[in-house]
């Protein structure tokens, strides 16, 4: 059975910075992106960023300049480092991959527990 498992949320101080990271682990036959999605109380869940085994990135604007995603594609682990964290960045996060189990899987989306991130001002 595919798991992902966060680590890496808290508490901190607006402007400072957190490092979230997440590891999937199972029977992966290939990953083909994996990513972090957010969500505040009372709010749908949104994307913050993603990142392909091929390296390309894409990011929500709200977080463009100050989170940067990165990946290891060997460990199947994805990390997000935010920098300059404010407030409104308060939020479980959550870490996305898009796994196929077997040459026959076509794929689909796990998710992780989820951490939280808290910004206070």
């Known amino acids: 059975q595919v798991r992902l498992v966060e680590s890496g949320g808290g508490l901190v101080q607006a402007g400072g910075s957190l490092r979230l990271s997440c590891a999937a682990s199972?029977?992966?036959?290939?990953?083909?992106?994996m990513g972090w999605y957010r969500q505040a109380p009372g709010k749908q869940r949104e994307l913050v960023a993603v990142?392909?085994?091929?390296?390309?990135?894409n990011y929500a604007d709200s977080v463009k300049s100050r989170f940067t995603i990165s990946g290891d594609n060997a460990k199947n682990m994805v990390y997000l480092q935010m920098n300059n964290l404010k407030p409104e960045d308060t939020a479980v996060y959550y870490c996305?991959?898009?796994?196929?189990?077997?040459?026959?899987?076509?794929?689909?989306?796990?998710w992780g527990q989820g951490t939280q991130v808290t910004v206070s001002s």
């Open positions: 996305n991959a898009r796994i196929r189990t077997g040459i026959i899987d076509r794929g689909r989306d796990y």
């Open positions: 199972g029977p992966i036959f290939s990953n083909n992106a």
């Open positions: 990142i392909t085994t091929g390296g390309s990135t």
